[in-house]
């Protein structure tokens, strides 16, 4: 969905027999050239998202951007995003070309995984405490996010029982942020307006 000048929406997952529910949800923000623009909505349903199955059991579900020519359901995106779903098999290695100057992140959903060497931060908890490390044996967990320095690819060592995540670059805006509620602008007036 691209908000743009306005749109109304309503989730209603309603998760399993239980209601428990498992998901994702990943904001862009729009640049100031593209803040009113025409809202729009794309449905993409499950089966409509390409798999790549790779050799050695790498899966990739390409969400949005394009990965081995493959390009994903999701377009026409103006911060230029690429939201991948991983798998990689216990001892495995996943490689992966990125564009220099964007963003790079990713969320490690399950399994534990190792880093490319130097290029990441790996922040981790002891004792109530938060530290970052940038060294090569850096092995991270669920629920944690790796932050990328820029570069052109990174590459993912899956331990010994593998490793899922989300793969997540975009083009940086480099505009002040003025935020409240569901609405993002630039400027404390600008929000004043887009409520009016």
Known sequence: MTAGSGIV??????????????????????????KTIEPRYQKIKSSKIPELLM???????IICGDVNGIEGSVREIVTDPEYIDVTVPAEEKFSHITIP???????????????????????FETEGKRYIDPSENCAIGPGNVILYRDGDFIE????????????????????PVAWYGPIVMNTQEE???AFE
């Open 55 to 61: 050799e050695k059991g790498l899966k990739v579900r």
């Open 9 to 34: 929406h309503q989730e209603m997952p309603t998760g399993d027999e239980n209601g428990n529910l498992w998901g994702f949800q990943l904001w862009a923000n729009l640049p100031a050239s593209h």
């Open 191 to 193: 929000l004043k307006t």
């Open 156 to 175: 993912v060592i899956a331990r010994e029982k593998g490793v899922k995540f989300l793969l997540i670059s975009g083009k940086p805006i480099g505009e």
């Open 101 to 123: 100057g964007h963003t790079v992140f990713a969320y490690v959903i399950e399994g534990k995984r190792y880093f490319d060497e130097g290029r990441e931060l790996c922040a």
